[in-house]
DNA sequence: AAAAAAGTATACTGATCTGTTTAGTGTTGA
DNA sequence: TCAACACTAAACAGATCAGTATACTTTTTT
C-alpha cells in the first residue's frame, strides 16, 4: 500500500467525522494531506471510492482498538460484557468524538442498495458478533437476545453522547445493560 | 404565517431528511417548493436558517404526532409506557423513514454551540421529559433512571433500523424496555 | 384608490464542487 | 540503464454552491 494513498484515506477519515461527507471536497482532503489532486485520482477513481476506503479502513481499525480496548479492560468475562460501555465511554470522553461515522455516512447517504450503506451495515453486524461471543464467554445462554439488546443500547449511547456532548450515556447503558445482563444470567 | 414560507419548510424537511443537510441546495428546495430563490431569501436571510426553521417545525410536528400516537395505541399507563416502541415501529415502517433528523443534523453539523445542535438538543430533552411523565403514569418511582434507559433504548432502535433498512430493532427494544419496566415495579 | 408587501422571472457574482488535462519531475525495479 | 510508475504544479471544464440585483406583477392592507 502507497504511503501517499495512506495519508489520503487517514485525512479523509479525520474530515468525514468533523464535517461530514458533502461538506470536505476532495481539494480539501488532498491539501490537508499534502498530495496533489491529481495523486489523488490515481489512487481513487472518485470521490465515491475514497468514501469507501476510508470507512473500510475505519472499520477494520475500529473494531480491533475496541476489541483490544475491551481485552485490556476487564480480565473477567462477565465484566468484559458490560466492558464494552466502559469503552465507549472513554471513546465518548475523547476531545475528537463525532459520533459513528458509520450512523452519520447513512445519514447523507440514505439510498437503499449503495456499496456506503452496505459497508456500514458489516460493521454493525460484525459488531453484533462480538457483542455476542462476548456474552457466550460470559455463560449467557439466549446470546442473541442479549446481543441485541446491548447492541442497541450501545447505538443509543453513541447518539446520545454524539447529540449531549457529554459521555456520561455510556455509564447510563451501562446501568441498563446490567440488568438485563443479570436476568439472563438468572435463567 | 405565509403559505409560501411553510411551503418552503415543508420541503426542506422532505429533501433534507432523504438526501442530507449539504446535500441539498437553496436552488432545488426552491424548485421544488414552486417558490422563487427571492422569496426564499425574502422569509430566510440564509441556508442555515431555513434549516432551523426547518428543525424547529419538525421538532413540534413530531412529538406532536409521536404523542397522539401513543395515546391512541394504548389506554392503559403501563401498555403507553412501553407503546414508545410501538410508535417507533409504525415510524420505522414508513417507506420514507430517512432516521432522525436531529441526529442526522448533528452529524453533518458538530459545532459544539451552534444553534442546529441546540435545537436538536432541545427537542431530545423534550422526549425525554416526556418519557419521564409516561413513566410516572405508570407508577414507577425512579421515573429518572427508566427515562433515560428507555431514551438511549428508543435512539439505539431509531439508529438500528435506519441502518438495518428494517423496524424489527423497535420489537427487541421493547422486550429489553419491558424487562427493565418490570423491575423497576417491582420496587 | 393608493401604498405596502409579497410574489415572479432571470441574470448575475464569486466561490467551490467533482473530475480532467497538460507538462514535467522524481523514484524504483527489472 | 531505462521504462514504468508515482508524483508535483497549475490550469481548466462545466456544474452547482450561497446569496444578490434588476425589473416587473400580484396580492393584501389601509
Redesign the pocket.
Known amino acids: 500500500m502507497?504511503?501517499?494513498?495512506q495519508q489520503l484515506v487517514d485525512t479523509a477519515i479525520k474530515l468525514f467525522s468533523a464535517h461530514g461527507y458533502?461538506?470536505?471536497?476532495?481539494?480539501?482532503i488532498s491539501r490537508e494531506a499534502?498530495?496533489?489532486?491529481?495523486?489523488?485520482?490515481?489512487?481513487f477513481?472518485?470521490?465515491?471510492?475514497?468514501i469507501l476506503a476510508a470507512l473500510k479502513h475505519h472499520d477494520g481499525l475500529f473494531r480491533n482498538e475496541f476489541m483490544n480496548a475491551v481485552k485490556a479492560f476487564h480480565e473477567d468475562p462477565y465484566e468484559r460484557l458490560l466492558g464494552i460501555f466502559d469503552v465507549a465511554h472513554h471513546w465518548f470522553s475523547d476531545k475528537k468524538f463525532y459520533g459513528c461515522m458509520f450512523i452519520n455516512a447513512i445519514g447523507e447517504y440514505s439510498e437503499p442498495d449503495s456499496s456506503i450503506r452496505n459497508v456500514c451495515q458489516e460493521f454493525k453486524s460484525l459488531m453484533r458478533k462480538y457483542i455476542a461471543q462476548l456474552a457466550e464467554d460470559a455463560g449467557i445462554k439466549d446470546t442473541e437476545s442479549i446481543a441485541t439488546s446491548l447492541a442497541i443500547l450501545l447505538e443509543g449511547s453513541i447518539v446520545t453522547a454524539q447529540v449531549s456532548g457529554t459521555p456520561d450515556s455510556a455509564i447510563e447503558a451501562k446501568k441498563a445493560a446490567k440488568l438485563l445482563v443479570d436476568l439472563a444470567l438468572q435463567n
Open positions: 502507497s504511503k501517499k494513498r458533502h461538506g470536505v471536497g476532495i481539494d480539501w499534502g498530495v496533489t489532486k491529481k495523486t489523488m485520482y490515481h489512487h477513481h472518485s470521490k465515491n471510492e475514497l
